[in-house]
């Protein structure tokens, strides 16, 4: 990430995915959606992206609708295109399609006055690697502890 106000991250995915590279995209909103983000009420727990004939798309990203958007309001589920050059889109499309990678949204944050999604190029994990970085992050705020119970 580039830089900016964190709005929300995708925990999960960090969890579940090792995170090869990620990319900064833009992302297509209506005004409600962005009043809404503005508020926090956005959740991208179980969302996924798409590639669908040259454009990518993150689908399962929910923005609840905006209180006072009355009309303008639109589906909090609906599919919103993502905006990135042709070639990198036909670069991760090939990678998805051929090496088995995911695309994961892992946060969304704005930079300057408009908001950007961190979307990264993921591998799914195993239950024994999952295991493995629970003992790892176990281990190391043990010793954190111990480190600092003995500088006291």
Do not use: W
């Amino acid at each position: 990430m580039a830089g900016g106000k964190i709005i929300t991250l995708n925990r999960k995915a960090r969890h579940d995915y090792f995170v090869e590279e990620t990319f900064e995209t833009g992302i297509e909103l209506v005004g409600t959606e962005v009043k809404s983000i503005r508020q926090g009420t956005v959740n991208l727990k179980d969302s996924f992206c798409t590639i669908d004939q040259g454009q990518i798309y993150v689908e399962g990203m929910h923005v609840s609708p905006y209180e006072k958007g009355n009309i303008f309001n639109r589906d909090p589920m609906r599919r919103r295109k993502l905006l990135m050059h042709k070639r990198e889109i036909l670069r991760l499309f090939g990678l998805v399609r051929q090496d088995g990678y995911t695309l994961i949204p892992l946060s969304l944050y704005f930079k300057g006055a408009h908001i950007k999604l961190e979307l990264g190029l993921c591998k799914g994990k195993k239950l024994y690697d999952k295991r493995a970085d629970i003992a790892r992050r176990d281990a190391k705020r043990d010793m954190d502890r111990a480190m600092k119970q003995r500088i006291q």
